[in-house]
C-alpha cells in the first residue's frame, strides 16, 4: 500500500506535468508558428497552471480535498499538452515534409490509346511497345528492366524510333500499342498531335528518385522581401516529377509594404537555358530539372530568386475545393476546351477545382492564346493566395496542408515556413496584387536545344517588356 501511495501522491502528479509541460515548451519552442505575444500567453498560462497545481497541493493532506484537486488538475492539463503536443509534432513533421526539397523524380509511362482495351501493364503482354533510345537513357533502361521483368511472353516487342513524331504517329496509327517515355519528353510527343494528354492516358509508371541541389536562400523570409519563382507542371505522376515548365510566374513579394507583383513570362518564350548556355522554349527548361527552370527566369530577369513553389496544375482542382472556391473575373463567355461540361461566363465566377483548372489551360477560346491563358492562371494563382491569407484559413493551416498533400512543393526551409505563417498571423493584413506579363513575336523555327531539327513555334523576346518587367521588379523591391 505504501508504493501504491506514494506513486499516487500529488507530489508525482505534480513531477509529471512538470515533466509533460518541459517537453510541451521545447516542442512549441520549435514549432515557431505563433506571434510573440500569443507564444508568451501560452508560456504564461502554462506555467500558471503549474503553480496553481503546485499551491494546491502545498501542505495540503494527502487524502485532502486539496491533494485530490490537485491530482485532478495535473492529470488535465498533461493530457491537454500531450494531445497538443501530438499535434505539434505531426505539424512540424507535415512541414518537413514537403519543404526543403532536394529530389526530383523521373517518371517513366507506359502511354496507350485512351480509346484502347487495355487497362493494366498485364494487358500489354505480347504487343508492341515503343521506345526513343536517343533520350534519356539510364532512366528508359531501368524502366524496360521492370517493364520486362513483368511481362514475360515471349512475344512482347520493344521498337526503337529516333524521332519523336514518329513514335506518337505509330501509337495514333496503330503501328505500336503503347509507349514507353520519360514525363519529362511528353511536350514532345504533343508536337504532331495537341490533344495528346486527352486522347491518351497512362496505364502504368516507373518512378526513379534523385537527389538535386537545394538552391534556396534561406533566411530571406526574414527580410520581408523574397522572390519566388512559381512553376507548374501539367503531367502524370508526383508533383516532383522532372517535366516541362507549363506555367511559369516570379512573384515579388514585400511583406513591408504588403504588395505582391505576379510577372507572367510565357511557356514558349526563346530563352537561354541557365546550364546548356543555348536557347530554348523556357517551357523545356523543366526537362533538365526545377533548378534549370528557375536559374534560367532569373537570368532572364536579372534577378535573385530566393526560393520556388511547384505547382502540379492537375492537382489545382484539390488545392481550389479544399479552400471551398474561389472568386475570379472572366473577361469572357466560353465553353474550355479541355472540359466541354463547364461554361466560363463573363464575369464573376465562382470557380470549384475542376473550373479553376480548365480556365487556367484554357488558350484556344482567345485571340491572344498562351497571352491570355497567362493572365487567367495570374487571376486563379492570386485568388487562392487570397483566400489563403484569410485568417480562417491560417488558423487552419495545419488542416488546409495535409489536404493538399501532394500538390505542391517548395525548396523553401520548414524554418522560413514557419517564419512566414508566423509573420503574417502578426498582422493578418491582406496582399495588394498587381500584373505584369512578357511580350514578344511568335514564330515557327528549327533549332532549339531540345528538339534542334523540328519546326516548333517560340516567342520571341520584346527586349522592351523584359526590361520594363525588370524595373518594376527593382521598384518592388525597394519600396518600404
Known amino acids: 500500500m505504501s508504493i501504491i501511495k506514494k506513486i499516487l501522491s500529488p507530489k508525482v502528479f505534480l513531477g509529471m506535468q512538470i515533466v509533460i509541460t518541459l517537453v510541451f515548451l521545447y516542442l512549441l519552442f520549435n514549432f515557431a508558428v505563433l506571434p510573440d505575444m500569443y507564444f508568451y500567453g501560452v508560456i504564461a498560462i502554462v506555467v500558471i497552471l503549474c503553480l496553481l497545481t503546485f499551491l494546491l497541493q502545498f501542505r495540503a493532506k494527502d487524502v485532502g480535498i486539496r491533494s485530490v484537486i490537485s491530482r485532478i488538475l495535473a492529470v488535465v492539463v498533461s493530457v491537454g499538452l500531450v494531445l497538443v503536443s501530438i499535434e505539434i509534432n505531426r505539424g512540424t513533421t507535415f512541414i518537413n515534409g514537403f519543404s526543403g526539397m532536394d529530389y526530383e523524380t523521373d517518371a517513366l509511362s507506359v502511354i496507350v490509346m485512351a480509346n484502347s482495351d487495355y487497362k493494366e501493364l498485364s494487358d500489354l503482354n505480347g504487343k508492341i511497345f515503343a521506345v526513343n533510345e536517343q533520350e534519356d ?91 519566388i519563382c512559381v512553376t507548374g507542371i501539367d503531367t502524370y505522376g508526383p508533383v516532383s516529377t522532372r517535366s516541362r515548365s507549363d506555367v511559369n510566374m516570379l512573384m515579388t513579394v514585400n511583406m513591408n509594404t504588403h504588395k505582391i507583383l505576379m510577372t507572367g513570362i510565357p511557356r514558349d518564350y526563346y530563352v537561354t537555358l541557365a546550364s546548356k548556355g543555348a536557347k530554348d522554349k523556357l517551357t523545356h527548361s523543366g526537362i533538365y530539372g526545377v533548378n534549370e527552370t528557375v536559374n534560367t527566369i532569373g537570368n532572364l530577369l536579372d534577378t535573385k530568386i530566393d526560393y520556388y513553389y511547384r505547382i502540379n496544375f492537375s492537382s489545382l482542382v484539390n488545392v481550389v475545393d479544399v479552400l471551398g472556391g474561389i472568386d475570379v473575373y472572366s473577361d469572357k463567355t466560353f465553353i474550355p476546351h479541355t472540359n466541354k461540361s463547364i461554361q466560363i461566363v463573363e464575369g464573376v465566377n465562382h470557380m470549384d477545382g475542376a473550373m ?93 536545344y531540345s528538339m534542334p531539327s523540328s519546326n516548333l513555334y517560340y516567342m520571341i523576346p520584346n527586349e522592351d517588356t523584359v526590361e520594363s518587367a525588370i524595373q518594376k521588379i527593382r521598384s518592388f523591391e525597394a519600396e518600404s
Open 137 to 227: 537513357q539510364k532512366n528508359l533502361t531501368d524502366a524496360l528492366t521492370d517493364i520486362r521483368g513483368q511481362l514475360t511472353n515471349e512475344n512482347t516487342e520493344y521498337k526503337n524510333y529516333k524521332d519523336w513524331n514518329y513514335l506518337s504517329d505509330a501509337l495514333y496509327n496503330g503501328d505500336i500499342d503503347a509507349i514507353v517515355a520519360n514525363e519529362a519528353y511528353r511536350s514532345m510527343l504533343e508536337e504532331n498531335h495537341i490533344d495528346f494528354n486527352i486522347e491518351t492516358r497512362v496505364i502504368y509508371q516507373v518512378k526513379i528518385k534523385k537527389e538535386t541541389e537545394n538552391i534556396a536562400n534561406e533566411g530571406a523570409i526574414k527580410e520581408g522581401v523574397f522572390n
Open 356 to 448: 479553376a483548372l480548365a480556365f487556367s489551360r484554357e488558350r484556344y477560346a482567345y485571340t491572344s492564346g498562351d497571352r491570355h491563358r497567362i493572365q487567367n492562371q495570374q487571376d486563379v494563382m492570386m485568388a487562392i493566395i487570397n483566400k489563403l491569407l484569410t485568417p480562417s484559413v491560417l488558423s487552419n493551416y495545419q488542416e488546409i496542408l495535409e489536404k493538399v498533400d501532394g500538390t505542391f512543393e517548395t525548396n523553401m526551409s520548414s524554418e522560413d515556413i514557419m517564419t512566414l505563417i508566423k509573420m503574417q498571423l502578426s498582422d493578418l493584413q491582406g496582399y495588394e496584387m498587381e500584373n505584369q506579363y512578357l511580350d514578344g513575336t511568335g514564330t515557327r523555327m528549327t533549332g532549339g
